[in-house]
């Protein structure tokens, strides 16, 4: 799903106030990091990662990796934090992407 500018802008609000769930650090993006990634996205659709100070690891590049290996949407990298968004499977979890595609 390809978000529009309202409905990044309506993530982006909602994902102020979150703190970073994952840190990426000097072991870098791994498989298992991006399965917890992704059990972590079907349960709360809106998640922050941080990256570390000591990662080799480049903010884009790991946005690209994961919107590859997942199917996310990025919703926003400012600096060494991303936003990351995904519509859940499970109806009970789909708390906002109901609203996201009211927009």
């Given at each position: 799903?390809?978000?529009?500018g309202k409905q990044k802008r309506f993530l982006r609000s909602q994902a102020h106030h979150l703190?970073?769930?994952?840190?990426?650090?000097?072991?870098?993006?791994?498989?298992?990091?991006?399965?917890?990634?992704?059990?972590?996205?079907?349960?709360?659709?809106?998640?922050?990662?941080?990256?570390?100070?000591?990662?080799?690891?480049?903010?884009?590049?790991?946005?690209?990796?994961?919107?590859?290996?997942?199917?996310?949407?990025?919703?926003?990298?400012?600096?060494?934090?991303?936003?990351?968004?995904?519509?859940?499977?499970?109806?009970?979890?789909?708390?906002?992407?109901?609203?996201?595609?009211?927009?």
């Amino acid at each position: 799903m390809e978000l529009r500018g309202k409905q990044k802008r309506f993530l982006r609000s909602q994902a102020h106030h979150l703190s970073p769930l994952f840190q990426i650090g000097k072991g870098g993006l791994n498989e298992a990091m991006i399965t917890q990634i992704e059990e972590a996205l079907e349960k709360r659709e809106l998640i922050k990662i941080n990256l570390l100070q000591n990662t080799d690891e480049i903010a884009t590049d790991v946005a690209a990796t994961l919107e590859k290996e997942i199917n996310c949407d990025v919703v926003q990298i400012i600096g060494r934090v991303l936003v990351l968004f995904k519509a859940s499977s499970k109806a009970a979890n789909q708390k906002l992407s109901i609203d996201v595609r009211k927009l």
